[in-house]
């Protein structure tokens, strides 16, 4: 949530990593989520965000795009980054680690939510 220089209301931000589904074969373009935004509208029409959830996904494929699945990061295992066209195309750089570090690096931490 960022405050807005003209009136100070508080309004959520959020920037796309990549796509939802996507066989790009950077890392970090494989690395998206889901956000949840929680608010109230007031008589007069005037909103106010009470909180904000961002769920990270991950999608990974084989080679030439098949078999292309996206999921809950938290579940992503080794084993099937090490299945990914990216894990051979990063040498090994795509694992569940390095999208963590990239959540961890872009999202503030009181707004992922890991469940």
């Not at 990549?18 to 909103?47: D, F, H, M, P, R």
């Not at 959830?53 to 990061?73: A, D, R």
């Not at 579940?75 to 195309?89: G, I, P, V």
Request: charged share 20%.
């Amino acid at each position: 949530m960022l405050p807005r220089k003209s009136d100070g209301a508080v309004c959520p931000v959020m920037y796309a990593f990549g796509n939802l589904i996507s066989t790009q074969e950077n890392s970090q373009n494989l690395i998206g989520g889901q956000l949840t935004v929680t608010y109230e509208k007031n008589a007069n029409g005037k909103v106010k965000f009470s909180d904000m959830k961002f769920k990270p996904t991950v999608t990974y494929y084989e080679t030439e795009g098949k078999n292309i699945h996206v999921q809950m990061l938290k579940n992503l295992t080794d084993y099937m980054a090490q299945q990914s066209r990216t894990w051979e195309k990063t040498d090994g750089e795509f694992t569940p680690g390095y999208a963590k570090k990239v959540v961890n690096q872009s999202i503030p931490q009181k707004y992922q939510d890991w469940t």
